[in-house]
């Protein structure tokens, strides 16, 4: 199948200062694609969604200033965490879906702590 | 997108088929059904989803009923590996189609 990377896989920052998850489809061009973020024992909860060259779209009580998406290209999308704080602690993930709108693929996820 | 029901958790000997079932029960008719499944602090795995038809590829089959109120995700010997969280989402096919995720069910295959 279709392979999603993100980078870093895991990242520790302190409070206050800012992280950004980069999302990568590899082998196909990614129309679409979609941030998640899931808390230990929880499901995982869709924060945006954003086409490439367009803004992104952000879910209810989502802050748009604090989570900072990018999607410059048909391959890579970006996630900036904006002055952290402990409680932004999570398990990041992003998906990807190509043109034809029927598979979305998960990156194996990005774990960010903030002390 | 339609919202979905699924059990919390099950167990499954291994070797045997592991039955997840699924309630969506309102589904619109252009809402495929998409089942994932995710691993310990990995990111979710796709494996089959269908439209109305029953549909069977290397990973699973999916049942689907007639009125696509419901659908069974049929693991047919599960492994060890296959203990993880399944989920199942509905979905349209547009751009504007979103996979919202509920709690799945945690499958635990037993020795």
């Known amino acids: 199948g279709a392979v999603v990377s993100q980078h870093p896989s895991w990242v520790i920052c302190k409070s206050g200062t800012s992280v950004k998850i980069e999302c990568r489809s590899l082998?196909?061009?990614?129309?679409?694609m979609f941030w998640y973020r899931q808390f230990p024992k929880q499901s995982l909860m869709l924060m945006a969604t954003?086409?490439?060259?367009?803004?992104?779209?952000?879910e209810q009580g989502v802050e748009k200033d604090k989570f900072l998406i990018n999607h410059a290209s048909l391959t890579l999308s970006t996630l900036t965490v904006t002055s952290a704080h402990p409680e932004d602690s999570s398990f990041y993930i992003c998906?990807?879906?190509?043109?034809?709108?029927?598979?979305?693929?998960f990156g194996p996820g990005t774990r960010l702590t903030v002390t | 997108d339609a919202k979905t029901t699924q059990p919390t958790s099950m167990d499954c000997a291994e070797g045997r088929a592991a039955n997840l079932p699924c309630n969506h029960s309102?589904?619109?008719?252009?809402?495929?059904v998409y089942w994932y499944r995710q691993i310990h602090s990995q990111g979710p795995q796709y494996i089959i989803h269908?439209?109305?038809n029953n549909e069977t590829n290397e990973m699973a089959s999916l049942i689907i009923t007639e009125d696509r109120k419901s659908s069974t995700l049929i693991l047919p010997h599960a492994t060890l590996r296959d203990t993880a969280v399944y989920y199942c989402?509905?979905?349209?096919?547009?751009?504007?189609?979103?996979?919202?995720f509920g709690d799945g069910t945690t499958l635990t295959v037993k020795p």
């Open positions: 082998d196909f061009q990614a129309t679409t």
């Open positions: 998906s990807a879906r190509g043109t034809n709108n029927d598979k979305q693929y």
């Open positions: 989402i509905v979905r349209n096919n547009t751009n504007a189609g979103k996979s919202t």
């Open positions: 269908g439209l109305k």
């Open positions: 954003s086409n490439e060259g367009s803004k992104a779209t952000y």
């Open positions: 309102t589904i619109s008719g252009n809402e495929y």
